[in-house]
């Protein structure tokens, strides 16, 4: 009986260390989006404001 509960008990650990492995994956692909997401929207942001400054100036030139 002794044996049979040490048996589940390291199955219920090798559980466990799997499932922490997993969400620390988990974690780090979260967190390589995040940047990655965050690298695009500066991006875009850039984008917008040069777009923004371009039809400004334009507008002025016009004027």
């Given at each position: 009986i002794i044996i049979i509960v040490l048996l589940k008990e390291k199955l219920v650990f090798s559980w466990i260390i799997q499932h922490l492995q997993?969400?620390?994956q988990q974690n780090h692909l979260?967190?390589?989006l995040e940047s990655t997401n965050t690298a695009q929207?500066?991006?875009?942001?850039?984008q917008q404001q040069q777009s923004s400054m371009a039809?400004?100036?334009q507008q002025q030139q016009q004027q």
């Open positions: 997993q969400v620390r979260n967190q390589q929207l500066q991006q875009q942001q850039q039809s400004q100036q």
